[in-house]
């Protein structure tokens, strides 16, 4: 039985692809998928999916392997083996405002995708904060007077530079991480070793 692999649909993908190449294993049925979700190479059967539903396919024992963000593990904390971080999907969890904002003394209100992140943040601050959950495009919430910031995922930093926001702090950095399901990690042991081993041979990818 080939291991499944489960992968975050987007830019998480695209990286993984190279991070695969840069290890010689063959990704062009990936690269030609189209729409399809469920694919297989010779090695790989592979299933695309939202980052968090990476994580309910690998808690859940549907694929043995997840691909998935930081992000979505402080999220959601799905009951998985998080194996280790992969060199790449490198972002900050962070506050961002508009340019120039200034605080003020009532209770602020945070949009964000992530209301758990968010939560203990200010939790951890002792602040006590209104979130409103977004499912994506946060960064109009401020824009448009839905909230006074956000709280958000920044990889590049274009889209909040492009939409006149700013980082106002910086709290939590993180990577893609490898995960795996609990009872695969035993019982495929033989075939997961060596593609864990593999993937954590980082000093080979540039
Ligand atoms: C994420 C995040 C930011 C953006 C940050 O959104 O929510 O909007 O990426 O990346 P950058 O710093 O490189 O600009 P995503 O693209 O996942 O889409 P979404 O807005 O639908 O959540």
Redesign the pocket.
Known sequence: MKPIIALTK??LENQFIEFLESLDYEVDPILKKGRKLRIETEIFEFIFAKGPDVATYVEHGIADLGIVGGDILAEFHPDVFNLFPLPFGHCRMAVATEKGKVWSNKKKKIAS?YTGITKEYFRNKDESVDIIKLE????LAPILGLADGIV?????????KENGLVVQEEFFSFSARCIANRSSLKIKRDVLSPIIASFQKQEDYV
């Not at 958000?152 to 909040?160: H, Y």
Request: net charge negative.
């Open positions: 987007g830019r995708k994506g495009s946060v960064e958000d995922i920044v990889e590049t930093g274009t889209t909040l």
